[in-house]
């Protein structure tokens, strides 16, 4: 019943979502306020509809209702209660429906408190915002519907794969899930700007905060993945450059240059056409990346659904957004007058050089991970394009991206003068060369990867306090009253910086060591002696687990002591690693157990990771950087509030 | 990254990558070993490379990398031999050659473009002047002021 009403909810969904679609677009057209006005309770009535379903759903898994077919095919009555709920999204329908729903949260926050916008620009996005709703409710409705009933229950279900019943990917795909809906946003402004064949000041102000917020998510889930990846896949990876982990990174790459250039629109009314385009191709690059997941046409790990038909679906909707836009967009974007003018050497252009780094290196992403596609449909030939092709053909642009990032930041509006600017840099530079030197020297000589990263990282991260000093006009009692803004913009360079450094050491220092190690005999790697006390088995609530212990000391002085963990799913037939890491703030210690051997003996991987934790660190700094931008007062305040185009040039 | 690990988890005994029997005594050799194998594909699994799979092939390539090394062959010579035996899929890294090097030069080339397109743009904005620009007379003021800094451009 809860189910069936679920699937009810749904279908009403849909049906407002073609209203919201339709009325306020014709009400917008001929000014009808009454036709306008829909739009706003629409908005919420849809976004309650479809939290009813994903309510019920998520019911039906708690309650293990596995007259659900989905439920039977991810639940299992043993499964703790936190991967009940998380498998609601572990599968494929499950995950669209949260899909829609936040696109639909994103839709009524739009409404709620958007109170300020012009009625006709808000309108028109409610309308574009429920057009996409429309399209992704009817993709679940006819292809995917998570409420199909079993004619004859089972008593139990097959478990959710064991790899998801973890809390790292428990939240993964949420958060990534904002960040992909989150662009919707940008998405539905910039049409609805380009329908309204205007772009002005007070459009990029309120395009600015959702993408930011967007991004943050964006961040903090692609942060979650990695994470996850290094702690549980068993060797300490955290990227792969995995098809999927691609098509999360592209919006991210792409989101990352519309925030700035929405800037330069809001500050100064140049870029707009670009703006308008970057805002397109963002949520392109969303659809893309829901396609590539959802069709299995790239094959790869996270597909639920080898679908063809659910492929071909998804197609349609991209090529019709992403296609519709942009022809809107050729036919619209001459009549974005731009006014701003400044020179060649000025923050604007500084701007325009990071918009081109970021989307020719997103670009590259993407091309990467099509090609293997590309080849075998043109030329037939089948290969692969894998992590050492997308280090080197990606890395270059981050590391221009870094030498230009502090002189970028520090540019003035219009003009700037390049020596002068330079010279509060000079300290920054000094540091980060000596970091440079220090890794040189400490990282056994080896590694070009570890001198210029950390240099890089360093040079980030103090350019970003030179800029700091400099805009409180090197007065400390003034740092404190600089706008959150600035400090976000100062936090979330630095938290780029301490990626880059995190890495390049990573990459270049860590130590593997691979051994059968006998219970009671200690053995050495890089300084640590590390000895495998026992190995026991137990029963965990849904699976066997044998478990080691193992006495890290240095010196003779005891560490700490790691129990990795080898999970068998009986259920699932299928065993995960549970790798035991001592966090540190210089270096991890990665414990891995394998097989029992032959002679007693059980396989024993360490990894001494330097450095791990600055890369997530690093992400969490970006993303709270992001945070305090976005909690400015001028946001706060400000937001919305109407601006003509004649004051919009601020004297900063 | 997760069904490509379940796929060949199936496909394999829960055998978790590089087993220690199949480490090189001489630790440069192993070394080299290993970053050969980072690069090599294995065949059964969605997308990883032979160092962290799992699967009974993947343990067959990595047990055959370092065979050839200890044979005396250089890093490009096992991995001709192996592309040879197992096709350009296992490489990670195609080949520069024919249609592949639009893949390696499309990144610099398209930055090229852009600067280029970039430049061009900059310029342009610096001189918009003439009326119909809609500029405001404060605007205007700014920029001949600006005009009048650079004299020589």
């Known amino acids: 019943m809860i189910a069936e009403l679920g699937h009810f909810a749904l279908i009403l969904a849909f049906c407002v979502a073609i209203v919201q679609g339709l009325v306020p677009l014709i009400g917008a057209h001929k000014n009808w306020r009454g036709w306008m006005a829909v739009a706003d309770p629409a908005a919420s009535a849809q976004f309650l509809l479809v939290a009813l379903s994903f309510g019920a759903l998520t019911y039906s898994f708690v309650t293990s209702d596995f007259s659900l077919q989905l439920v039977f095919s991810n639940s299992h009555t043993d499964k703790p209660m936190l991967y009940k709920v998380s498998g609601v999204w572990g599968n494929h329908e499950g995950s669209m429906l949260l899909w829609v729903l936040i696109l639909a949260l994103f839709g009524a926050a739009a409404a709620w408190f958007g109170g300020a916008l012009p009625p006709r620009l808000r309108a028109r996005v409610l309308a574009v915002q429920a057009w996409i709703g429309a399209a992704f409710l009817g993709f679940i409705l006819f292809t995917s519907n998570p409420f199909t009933r079993l004619a004859e229950p089972p008593f139990n279900g097959q478990d959710l794969n064991p790899l998801l019943q973890d809390p790292g990917l428990a939240f993964h795909p949420p958060f990534l899930y904002l960040g992909y809906v ?31 917020a967007a991004w943050i998510f964006l961040t903090i889930g692609i942060a979650l993945g990695s994470w996850w990846a290094y702690y549980e896949l068993g060797w300490g990876g955290f990227w792969f450059w995995d098809p999927v982990e691609n098509a999360s990174f592209m919006p991210w790459l792409l989101a990352a240059a519309l925030l700035h250039s929405a800037i330069v629109v809001e500050k100064r009314e140049a870029l707009k056409s670009w703006t308008i385009l970057l805002a397109i191709m963002a949520f392109g690059f969303s659809l893309i990346g829901t396609f590539i997941v959802r069709s299995g046409v790239i094959t790869s790990v996270h597909s639920f659904a080898n679908d063809p038909e659910r492929g071909i679906f998804i197609l349609a909707i991209l090529a019709f957004f992403v296609g519709g836009a942009l022809t809107l967009y050729a036919a619209r974007a001459s009549s974005m007058q731009a006014k701003g003018v400044f020179s060649m050497v000025s923050r604007e252009t500084a701007l325009v050089i990071n918009n081109i780094l970021l989307a020719v290196s997103a670009l590259v992403v993407f091309v990467g991970t099509v090609w293997p596609l590309v080849a075998e449909m043109a030329w037939g030939r089948k290969l692969s394009v894998g992590a050492p092709f997308f280090e080197k053909a990606f890395t270059p642009f981050m590391i221009i991206l870094a030498i230009l990032l502090p002189i970028g930041a520090m540019m003035p509006w219009k003009r700037a003068k390049l020596g002068k600017l330079v010279r509060p840099l000079v300290p920054a530079l000094v540091l980060a060369l000596a970091c440079a030197g220090l890794a040189w020297t400490f990282e056994t000589g080896r590694s070009l990867l570890a001198l210029v990263s950390s240099g890089l990282g360093a040079w980030l991260v103090f350019g970003a306090l030179a800029e700091i000093w400099q805009r409180a006009g090197r007065t400390p009692a003034r740092i404190l009253r600089l706008p959150r803004a600035d400090w976000g913009k100062c936090t979330a360079h630095s938290g780029l910086g301490i990626v880059f450094a995190g890495i390049g050491l990573l990459m270049a220092g860590q130590v593997e060591d691979i051994r059968v190690a006998q219970i009671g005999e200690p053995f050495e790697v890089s300084g640590y002696a590390i000895t495998l006390e026992s190995v026991e088995q137990f029963d965990g609530p849904n699976y066997v687990s044998t478990t080691g212990t193992l006495k890290v000391e240095r010196d003779g002085k005891l560490i700490t002591v790691l129990h990795p963990e080898k999970r068998s799913y009986p259920v699932q037939a299928m065993p995960t690693t549970e790798a035991d890491i001592d966090n540190g703030f210089l270096r991890d210690i990665y414990l891995v157990i394998g097989d029992k051997q032959a002679n007693g ?18 992400c969490l700094m970006m993303a709270f950087g992001g945070l305090l931008s976005l909690t400015d007062r001028r946001y706060r305040v400000a937001a919305g509030a109407r601006r003509t185009a004649t004051n919009a040039v601020p004297a900063e | 990254m997760l069904k490509r690990l379940a796929l060949c988890l199936l496909l394999a005994s829960p055998a978790f990558a590089v087993q220690p029997d199949e480490v090189l005594p001489d630790p440069a050799m192993e070394a080299r070993a290993r970053q050969i194998s980072q690069v090599l594909r294995c065949p059964v699994c969605q997308g990883e490379n032979i160092d962290e799979s799992n699967a009974e092939v993947s343990r067959d390539l990595r047990l055959l990398v370092r065979e050839r090394l200890v044979a005396g062959d250089t890093d490009s010579q096992v991995l001709d031999y192996i592309t040879d035996r197992y096709g350009e899929y296992v490489l990670f890294e195609p080949e520069k050659t024919g249609a592949n090097l639009i893949l390696y030069y499309l990144g610099p080339v398209a930055l090229l473009i852009a600067m280029g397109g970039a430049f061009v743009y900059l310029r342009g904005r610096r001189r918009e002047d003439g009326p119909g620009t809609g500029l405001s007379a404060e605007e205007e003021a700014r920029l001949k002021e600006l005009m009048k800094d650079e004299p020589g451009k």
């Open chain 1, 182 to 212: 989150g662009l919707s946003m940008a998405f539905s402004f910039a049409v609805a700007a380009l329908i309204e064949g205007r772009v002005d000041a007070a459009w990029a102000r309120w395009v600015r905060p959702w993408t930011l």
């Open chain 1, 601 to 618: 003996g059980w396989a024993v991987r360490t990894y001494i990771k330097p450095f791990a934790n600055w890369i997530w660190a690093g």
